[in-house]
């Protein structure tokens, strides 16, 4: 998905962030920006510090060194700069996660339409019928039967739990949005359907995106630049496509030749 986006404004910038807990365990030196309704993908092997840099760059994980920046509401935040309490809000308010397991995104035992009510809540919203209209529409726009909505999710399958946290995290519109791995975990055919309903959202709504996959061919269908990540550093980005039809770091080569084992 090649989608020029130099002349959009700056959303979310890393300035030198490190955290890590070993030499080369966790991220090193990152820096970056992500530009609005741009989705940059952060891949490596397992154990190259992705999740690690996405925990600092949401608001998780406090960097060793270094500053995540974002430009939201109100202006350039200092995201370690905030205080908790307000990183909390920037995440139920502007931003948006995706985790891998959606057991870890969703409460299984309330309904599905509450699911994706519950945020909309916390914004504020408090109408039954709206909040009730827009989870049936939500569930739509996942493909999942908006006649289930008063099910709860411990009774849909995995995959089908995957699209009901993604319709959950969505339906507030947030800024930005974090995802890990958003499809792993996934039967093959579960994950091309469900990767296929996500790049259809992220281009319909334009979504600004950190998403974190050790799978290159997600990286490819989804994000427009890439982060290659090997013992915590980067050691290249760029297009998606440059990177995975012409990669220059002999690391890169390999994982795009699939060389490298998990
Ligand atoms: N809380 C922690 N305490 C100590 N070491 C950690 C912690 N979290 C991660 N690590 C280590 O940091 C390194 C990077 O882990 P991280 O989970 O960020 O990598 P990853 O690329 O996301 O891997 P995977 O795809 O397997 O999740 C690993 O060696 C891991 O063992």
Known sequence: MKRP????????????????YGPGKGCEAIDF????GEVLGIVGESGSGKSTLLRTLC??????????LYHGHEGELDLYAIGEARRRALLRMEWG????NPRDGLRLGVSA???????LMALGQRHYGQLRAAGQDWMGRVELDPGRIDDAPQHFSGG???RL???????TRPRLVFMDEPTGGLDVSVQARLLDTLRTLVRELGLSVVLVTHDLAV???????????RRGRVVESGLTDQILDDPQHAYTQLLVSSVLTP
């Open 160 to 162: 089908m739990q995957q």
């Open 165 to 171: 946290q993604i319709a959950r995290t969505l339906v």
């Open 33 to 36: 920006t992500l530009h609005a």
């Open 219 to 229: 990286a490819r269908l989804l994000a427009d630049r890439l982060l290659v990540m």
């Open 97 to 100: 996660l995706v985790h891998q």
């Open 113 to 119: 339409g509450a699911n994706v009510g519950e945020r």
């Open 59 to 68: 608001g998780m994980e406090a960097p060793d060194a270094g500053r995540v």
């Open 5 to 20: 986006q130099l002349e959009r404004p700056a959303l979310l910038e890393a300035r030198d962030v490190t955290r890590l």
